[in-house]
């Protein structure tokens, strides 16, 4: 077996991991906040918005709105997927259709279960629409998976914060830049 460097990270994740970064960041970064707030703004007509969005986001694989984040978190941690060329697009367009349908399907339910007026007035219409459908299990079971999803998203941060450092050490950037900040 070949010596490894130590400048390499070892490619040991694959289409899934790559695939639930990406995915769990994008719902953790949104799904709790941005109804409110899209729905307050275009009113049903959030749903093309959140269409439009997605198929923008699979056009220039960015970040449109924080609600589409998970991508920039995977290109982060496209050094240790393995088989990168396969995965990586794989990966990056499933999260974003997963997303966009996930997203979509929220804004459909909220629409459809809540009035425009007490939408614009609550500040958690996904916890108001789980307590509707659910009753108190149905709130409860939204603050679980609100937990979830942040502690999702902020893991994904850390995960991929974290390799940028990495990424500079070898060709001396991270010194270079500490000596023109302080000199």
């Known amino acids: 077996m070949p010596k490894k460097n130590n400048h ?8 899934f991991a790559a695939f639930s970064i990406g995915t769990g960041t994008m719902i953790g970064a949104g799904i709790f906040v941005l109804p409110k707030i899209a729905i307050s703004n275009a009113g049903p007509a959030v749903i093309l918005s959140f269409l439009l969005g997605g198929l923008i986001s699979l056009a220039t694989t960015g970040m449109i709105f924080v609600a589409y984040l998970g991508i920039a978190k995977m290109a982060a941690i496209s050094e240790e997927v393995k088989n990168p060329g396969k995965n990586l697009p794989r990966a ?7 997303v966009t349908l996930l997203y979509l399907g929220v804004m459909f339910v909220i629409n459809g279960l809540l009035p425009f007026d007490e939408v614009v007035s609550t500040n958690s219409p996904l916890l108001d629409a789980a307590e509707f459908l659910a009753g108190k299990v149905g709130f409860v079971a939204m603050i679980i998976a609100g937990f979830f999803a942040t502690v999702s998203t902020a893991n994904a941060a850390l995960l991929s914060s974290s390799r940028f450092p990495f990424a500079m050490g070898p060709g001396l950037i991270m010194i270079i830049l500490f000596f023109y900040l302080v000199l």
């Open 8 to 15: 390499e990270l070892d490619r040991n994740m694959g289409f």
């Open 92 to 98: 990056f367009i499933s999260s974003v259709i997963f």
